[in-house]
């Protein structure tokens, strides 16, 4: 499989980051598999930001949940991320991820990744 994720690389805030991750070599709809987002800031460890399971559900990080929505278009077999108010701290880079297993805690061995796009957030 392979994920490629895609987006503005500067926004300003208040504004809200919005994030597609283009799937191939796999359905997301298919299987047993959880697709994810995750995003590691400047100096800082891998932070996982929500989930969508193969099933539609989804799952937030409690401390970013209302700010923070995953959708997906299967004819597109894509899933999106958006984050609403996004402040400087939201500065970082973000991943696509696709796993067999449901986690809240990410290290680059789990799972398979895309390569990852820079956000800035800045006036």
């Known amino acids: 499989v392979q994920l490629q994720e895609s987006g503005p690389g500067l926004v300003k805030p208040s504004q809200t980051l919005s994030l597609t991750c283009t799937v191939s070599?796999?359905?997301?709809?298919?299987?047993?598999?959880?697709w994810n987002w995750i995003r590691q800031p400047p100096g800082k460890g891998l932070e996982w930001l929500g989930t969508?399971?193969?099933?539609?559900?989804?799952y937030y990080r409690p401390s970013l949940k209302s700010r923070t929505s995953i959708s997906r278009d299967t004819s597109k077999n894509q899933f999106t991320l958006r984050l609403s108010s996004v402040t400087p701290e939201d500065t970082a880079k973000y991943f696509c991820v696709r796993d067999r297993l449901f986690r809240n805690s990410w290290s680059f061995e789990n799972g398979s990744w895309g390569q990852g796009t820079q956000v800035t957030v800045s006036s």
């Open positions: 070599g796999g359905s997301i709809t298919s299987g047993y598999y959880y």
């Open positions: 969508i399971a193969a099933s539609g559900s989804t």
